[in-house]
């Protein structure tokens, strides 16, 4: 008889910040998701896979779920909802270190129909800011009957018994992917969000959100380096200015960052070549939006 096999696509939502991203990538083993303290850091659904010989769970990671009627944020609810009903399973994660407000409220009331494959992480217990007691007592109040484990995705912490349980849950089927995937972007998508990555963790206030990353072109050298061009686009002059920095030294360390990270990512060495362009107008281009956050 053939052995059985089983799957799942999961689902994973929760409010900016959360760790979600933080989370996909720690049980992928592999860094499939940029992270960075700024809220809003993921913007498209990204997909990160693990495979273990008799289960493939594939996660999509999703942008943090976000009350606003902007054009953008609009985009990212939208993407962020539509994967809750298609998904076999679902991944609420939970920060324990913010007080449960009317954005968990919300997120929570999106999954009340969905309780019975739904599993939530209960995120951040590592951290000295970390309140178990109030996000177990939230959910249990909004969610009765759901899963609830508590983790850190920063140290591990209680993540393999979450991952444990969710193969327990998932439905039988295939492997969608082979056993050595564990995600599924291009590559020019992964070097233009390591370049975003490197934004969110070095400029603050509006400018990471200013920002967006266009691909140019690339090609291979004879060496086997592979050269990526790209344009940093921006809103504002100013941003454009602190993104350079005096001398040149903030788009430098940018650059010189996101090289050193593709290095673990590809096994081939990667240059960037970066402009810095204005388009005050980038976030209202529904057209672009679609482009960018899909
Ligand atoms: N102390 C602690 N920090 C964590 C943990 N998980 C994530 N973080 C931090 O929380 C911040 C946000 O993490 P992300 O993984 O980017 O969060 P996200 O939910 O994907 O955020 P968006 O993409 O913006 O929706 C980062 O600074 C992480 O390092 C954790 O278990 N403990
Ligand atoms: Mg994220």
């Known amino acids: 008889m053939e052995e059985k096999h089983a799957s799942a696509f999961v689902t994973v939502v929760g409010r ?9 990538n720690i049980m992928c083993g592999q860094k499939v998701a ?53 998904a076999d399973l679902i991944l609420y994660v939970v920060d324990t270190t913010r007080p449960p407000g009317k954005e968990e409220e919300a997120i929570a009331g999106l999954l009340t129909s969905f ?10 217990i590592d951290a000295p ?10 959910l249990s109040e909004k969610l009765p009957g ?8 920063k140290t591990g912490t209680g993540v393999d018994a979450l991952v444990d349980a969710m193969m327990a849950a998932a439905p039988e089927g ?13 590559p020019v998508f992964r070097i233009a969000e390591t370049i975003r990555e490197k934004v969110f963790l070095h400029t603050r206030d509006e400018v990471p959100h200013a920002v967006y990353v266009d691909y140019v072109s690339h090609h291979m050298l004879d060496d086997g380096t592979l050269v990526y061009e790209g344009e940093l686009i921006v809103e504002r002059d100013t941003q454009k200015g602190i993104i350079i920095g005096k001398g040149g030294s ?21 240059r960037l070549s970066i402009k810095v362009r204005v388009d005050p107008n980038w976030k209202k281009d529904e057209r672009l939006l679609k482009r960018l956050i899909q």
Not at 146 to 153: C, G, I, N, Y
């Open 16 to 24: 900016p910040s959360a760790g979600k991203s933080t989370l996909m």
């Open 34 to 86: 940029i992270v960075s303290p700024v809220p809003q850091t993921t913007r498209n659904t990204i997909r990160g896979i693990l495979t273990r010989p008799d289960c493939q769970l594939v996660f999509m990671d999703t942008p943090g779920l976000h009350d606003s009627d902007k054009a953008m944020n609009r985009r990212l609810r939208d993407l962020a909802t539509r994967g809750l009903s298609d």
């Open 115 to 124: 309780v019975g494959k739904t599993f939530a992480a209960v995120n951040k």
């Open 129 to 138: 800011s970390s309140d178990i007691g109030k996000a177990r007592l939230f």
């Open 146 to 153: 759901l899963r609830v484990f508590d983790l850190s995705a």
């Open 174 to 186: 295939p492997a969608y992917y082979p056993e050595e995937y564990y995600t599924d972007q291009e």
């Open 250 to 270: 903030m788009i430098r360390q940018i650059r010189e960052e996101a090289e050193h990270d593709l290095e673990e990512i590809f096994p081939y060495p990667v």
